[in-house]
């Protein structure tokens, strides 16, 4: 799966009714509970680096990508949106040196 992918899932799910889909079901809850949900999974992520074992940081990681494309879908910002910035980032640094 790529996180265009994962993208128009959500997007398709998001007005979806909440009893029937976890992705409705936050955007229900509005804005706050999703960036709490992404403040969660990144805690968890550093913790899974930390312990250092390669599937727990997998898992955690996948949570926080997920909730991540929640949050940039609620802000109407797709994942094309952040690789073009890191292009542009990229091309920048290689201009500069």
Request: aromatic fraction near 4%.
């Amino acid at each position: 799966m790529t996180l265009n992918e994962l993208f128009d899932i959500i997007e398709q799910r998001k007005n979806s009714t909440p009893d029937n889909s976890y992705v409705a079901s936050l955007f229900a809850q509005g804005h706050d509970r999703i960036t709490q949900k992404v403040g969660e999974e990144a805690i968890e992520v550093v913790i899974a680096a930390k312990n250092g074992e390669a599937q727990p940081l997998i898992s955690e990681t996948a949570d926080l990508l997920f909730h991540l494309t929640v949050l940039l879908s609620a802000h109407g910002i797709t994942p094309d949106d952040i690789m073009r910035e890191l292009a542009t980032r990229n091309t920048e640094r290689q201009s500069v040196g």
